[in-house]
Each structure stands twice: as structure tokens, then as C-alpha cells.
């Protein structure tokens, strides 16, 4: 059984910085991609940003977090980070991790974010 388990959400003030995990119980090379989402309440998912699990290691972003975000990946650890700073008020939402094998079938459950004015 594949499992993703997210951790380092928490409260912070806007313009501060969190680190978000999220570590594969197997090695992230069984995965073609992994990518982090976002839900608020009242709202749509959002893509927030996806790594390619290949030789480039290609990232994509959400137009709402570039510049600010960054997804990188610890091999050895099987585990891939979200970078967050300048934190605004509107990143508030839950955060999911997301593995694709065959269509994104693999998520965690998520992590609180919360950005204080």
C-alpha cells in the first residue's frame, strides 16, 4: 500500500516562510510526478506546483505562487518539499500531496497552512 504523509503546516504571519514535506512509504521513483495541492474552504483545488520524477527533474507552478515556492526532492529520503515564503493571507488552505503512477491515484491527507494579516 502506497502512502503519502504530509507534515510542516502550521500558523504564520504573512511575509513568513514554511517548509512542507511530504515522504513516500516507497521510493518516488515508482512515480512519474508528485504534486502539491491546495483546497480552501468555498474554493476549487488548485494546482500549486509538480515535480517530474525523471531525469530533469522539470517543475511547473501555479501562476498564484511563482517567484514565491519552490518543490524540490530528496531521493535517498523519498520525500518532496514545498518551499513557501512570502506567505500571503490568500495561501491559507489545506495542503495535499499527490503521486502519479496512472492518473494522480495517490494522496496524502493533507496539512493545515493558515497566514495570518
Known amino acids: 500500500q502506497v502512502q503519502l504523509v504530509e507534515s510542516g503546516g502550521g500558523l504564520v504571519q504573512a511575509g513568513g516562510s514554511l517548509r512542507l514535506s511530504c515522504a513516500a512509504s516507497r521510493s518516488i521513483f515508482s512515480f512519474n510526478a508528485i504534486a502539491w495541492h491546495r483546497q480552501a474552504p468555498g474554493q476549487q483545488r488548485e494546482l500549486v506546483a509538480i515535480i517530474d520524477i525523471g531525469s530533469g527533474g522539470t517543475t511547473i507552478y501555479g501562476d498564484s505562487v511563482k517567484g514565491r515556492f519552490t518543490i524540490s526532492r530528496d531521493n535517498a529520503k523519498n520525500t518532496v518539499y514545498l518551499q513557501m515564503n512570502s506567505l500571503k493571507p490568500e495561501d491559507t488552505a489545506v495542503y495535499r500531496c499527490?503521486?502519479?503512477?496512472?492518473?494522480?491515484?495517490?494522496w496524502g491527507q493533507g496539512t493545515q497552512v493558515t497566514v495570518s494579516s
Open positions: 499527490a503521486a502519479d503512477l496512472a492518473g494522480y491515484e495517490y
